[in-house]
């Protein structure tokens, strides 16, 4: 039984602490439940839209000293949100060519320590097949607009996210070329979230 609805049925964006993103309600805890499970070094979001969810994550990794960067081809953050964004450390590279910057993020996620990157522009498949081959052994990477609910045939209202952009099959043949397992899957369904991590060997 739901206490309370995950998403807006009418399309619009929800409001975590306060924050305007397209994410259901779940998002912001279960990503800092994981980032109490791994803490990040850095975390790369590919896809600001108002930059909600970016400063929300950045409440956690400041208090943890990570690092948050977030890209997008628009302006962001919104302009309410620019202020908690500069004084939490989040670095928006906003109205870049998110394809134009693949070897700059490449970088990023090559530095020491454990790099999230999360994988929400305009086309999850090719954000995840892409930078996936750049990942270190512990490194996470995540897709948003995931539907676990469909495969079950679950109705629009009992799925906690039924925008799908990304399928299972296509995160894990992505997975199967990149050395990468599963990551808290169990805990992303209900955030709308695919993840992987690197295999450490």
Not at 35 to 48: A, D, F, K, Y
Not at 174 to 183: D, G
């Amino acid at each position: 039984m739901k206490l309370f609805p995950l998403y807006a049925i009418d399309g619009s964006g929800t409001h975590p602490l306060g924050l305007p993103m397209c994410q259901n309600r779940l998002a912001v805890p279960t990503w800092s439940y994981a980032m109490e499970v791994l803490p990040p070094t850095r975390i790369i979001e590919l896809g600001s839209y108002s930059g909600g969810l970016a400063i929300a994550l950045g409440v956690h990794a400041y208090r943890i000293g990570a690092r948050v960067i977030s890209y997008d081809r628009s302006r962001a953050p919104m302009q309410e949100l620019a202020a908690l964004g500069r004084f939490l450390g989040v670095a928006f590279r906003d109205q870049v060519d998110l394809w134009e910057c693949e070897a700059e993020i490449a970088e990023l996620i090559a530095e020491p320590g454990t790099s999230y990157v999360l994988c929400d522009g305009g086309d999850k498949p090719r954000e995840l097949a892409t930078f996936a081959r750049y990942l270190k052994p512990g490194d996470i990477i995540a897709a948003h607009d995931y539907d676990a609910g469909h495969a079950l045939g679950a109705p629009d209202l009992e799925r906690p996210w039924p925008w799908g952009e990304i399928s299972k099959g296509e995160g894990d043949a992505v997975a199967l070329v990149n050395a990468l397992e599963p990551w808290m899957q169990e805990h992303f369904d209900l955030a709308g979230w695919l993840a992987y991590r690197k295999r450490v060997t």
